[in-house]
């Protein structure tokens, strides 16, 4: 059971517009940023988001997040294929004092 | 530009220790957290624990009493140690860069605990 959760699967047709929730509690999401990763199949995850709502560089504009209280949404607009991934979000719980992930959500590019 | 080389033993026994080694190459090895992030097969991840270049570390409760995060800065090179292991330890291993985000990582090395 993780700390943080989203929903196991997202589904999207090419061109649509999806979002990826992710809720925790006070310990965490709401008294830290939070962050989200792109892992696709056989690969390291990769930094997609930081501090929120910040792009490294190299991301597509079309992934966007934002954050209120507790809770986050990562959103992934004018899908394409190769989006396809499990994405995470993760923060710092200061309840544990370390970092904690959510579950993951599969998208699927149908 | 960073990258992160990470070796150790890929089959153990159960009751065995994991020794895994993560090298950092072409960066600054200071002023960062560096961490150790596992994944089960077909499952999520999981963070470990994570150490400064002072030695300073932070574990995951349900982990602490069996790991160990160590760092060599003469090398570049931060370690995990996992006592104990059973088959629940099972998954791909990665090192990572840290901070206020995991924004490099290493390849990841699959670790199989089996008799």
């Known amino acids: 059971q993780s700390v943080l959760t989203q929903p196991p699967s997202a589904s999207g047709t090419p061109g649509q517009r999806v979002t990826i929730s992710c809720s925790g509690s006070s310990s965490n999401i709401g008294s830290n940023t939070v962050n989200w990763y792109q892992q696709l199949p056989g690969t390291a995850p990769k930094l997609l988001i930081y501090?929120?709502?910040q792009r490294p560089s190299g991301v597509p504009d079309r992934f966007s997040a934002s954050k209120s209280g507790t809770s986050a949404s990562l959103a992934i607009s004018g899908l394409q294929s190769e989006d396809e991934a499990d994405y995470y979000c993760?923060?710092?719980?200061?309840?544990?004092?370390?970092?904690?992930f959510g579950g993951g959500t599969k998208l699927t590019v149908l | 530009q960073v990258q992160l080389q990470q070796w150790g033993a890929g089959l153990l026994k159960p009751s065995e220790t994991l020794s895994l080694t993560c090298a950092v190459y072409?960066?600054?090895?200071?002023?960062?957290?560096w961490s150790w992030i596992r994944q089960p097969p077909g499952k999520g991840l999981e963070w470990i624990g994570e150490?400064?270049?002072?030695?300073?570390?932070n574990y995951n409760p349900s982990l602490k009493s069996r790991v160990t995060i160590s760092v060599d800065t003469s090398k570049n090179q931060l370690s995990l140690k996992v006592k104990f292991v059973t088959a629940a330890d099972t998954a791909v291993y990665f090192c990572?860069?840290?901070?206020?985000?995991?924004?490099?990582w290493g390849q990841g090395t699959m670790v199989t605990v089996s008799s």
């Open positions: 993760a923060t710092w719980d200061d309840s544990l004092n370390g970092w904690v």
């Open positions: 501090s929120d709502n």
């Open positions: 990572a860069r840290g901070g206020a985000a995991f924004d490099i």
């Open positions: 072409g960066g600054s090895f200071s002023n960062y957290y």
């Open positions: 150490i400064n270049d002072s030695g300073s570390t």
